[in-house]
């Protein structure tokens, strides 16, 4: 806590609360953001931020452009005929077989002039589609220190090896490949930081709503009832079941025979509304 009451004596008030492992830091303002920063950065504080909305590059994806083209001649196609500021240029690939798909991700500055790559509906002579870049969905894992919940570019902590636990960054790795890597944030062997398997892997929570078990159609409530709330004083007609007789099957001809028989016998009643049909066996 030494840190937060220096934090707003000396470079701006903060608002501090304890989420689980971390002290998250709120700011009122994007000046006051970039100051705590520097002072964390001065302090050499481990940390990481959340990207602020107007410094987070802009991510597309452009379509149509045919799989033999190199991401780096698209790269200057964009910046020769329309003027943008490229910082990357990637072509997709077909996750399985690894073939190029004419899909390419787009990263642009975040200013004015980079906003016109939505208008882009041609390059190089090709008809395109622009579209956001959607990333996939799950656990955010940092490519510097290989923990989760915040990106590389915003991750204040100290590099971590995915391959070794080092300190130092994965390209930097001199060790060779391990027959059996070792996790790195569970110190557990066969896998690496990576692994969605892994029991510290963090898992996504459970949003979906959940409702009870719907009551089942009771035939002695009618629609109006249950509008009416009149259930409690409705008693479910009882169903006394009839000992028929066993009886060989009948062919559907002897069937409707019977049927019609058991209308007949009730043709000659005086109030229609009682009429119904009888089981064959309870005819007279």
């Known amino acids: 806590m030494k840190y937060s009451k220096k934090i707003n ?19 009122k303002d994007e ?27 802009i991510k597309v994806v452009i379509r149509g452009i045919p799989p033999e083209t190199p ?4 790269k200057e196609s964009l910046i020769e005929e329309y003027k943008f500021e490229i910082e990357k240029v990637a072509q997709l690939t077909q996750f399985k077989t690894k073939r190029p798909l004419p899909i390419y991700q787009i990263t642009l500055n975040n200013n004015e002039v980079n906003k016109g790559i939505w208008n882009v509906n041609t ?7 622009v579209r956001k870049f959607e990333r996939k969905t799950g656990t955010i894992q940092c490519f510097n220190c290989n ?40 110190k557990k062997e066969g896998h690496v930081a990576s692994y969605k398997g892994c029991e510290m892997y963090p898992k996504p929570k459970d949003r979906r709503t959940h409702f009870p078990a719907s009551r ?22 009882e169903n006394h079941e009839i000992n028929a007789p066993k009886i060989n ?7 409707s025979l019977k049927v019609e028989m058991s209308f007949l016998f009730y043709k000659n009643s005086k109030d229609y509304s009682k009429i119904q049909i009888l089981p064959y066996w309870l005819i007279p």
Request: include cysteine; hydrophobic fraction near 35%.
């Open 249 to 255: 099957p009948l062919s559907p001809l002897i069937q």
């Open 216 to 237: 089942k159609v009771d035939s002695a409530f009618s629609y109006a009832d249950m509008a009416s709330n009149r259930t409690n004083s409705l008693k479910p007609i």
């Open 9 to 27: 004596a000396e470079w701006g008030q903060v608002e501090s609360k304890l989420d689980g492992p971390y002290i998250k830091l709120y700011v």
């Open 147 to 186: 923990q989760w919940h915040h990106s590389a570019a915003g991750c204040g902590y100290k590099p971590r090896c995915i391959k070794c636990g080092g300190p130092h960054a994965k390209d930097q790795c001199t060790e060779k490949p391990k027959d059996v890597p070792i996790y790195i944030n569970c």
């Open 123 to 129: 390059l190089m002579l090709v008809k395109v589609t």
């Open 71 to 74: 991401a780096e001649y698209v």
């Open 31 to 57: 000046l006051e953001h970039r100051k705590v920063t520097k002072y964390l950065k001065i302090a050499d504080l481990e940390y990481f931020t959340m990207t602020q909305r107007s410094e987070r590059p």
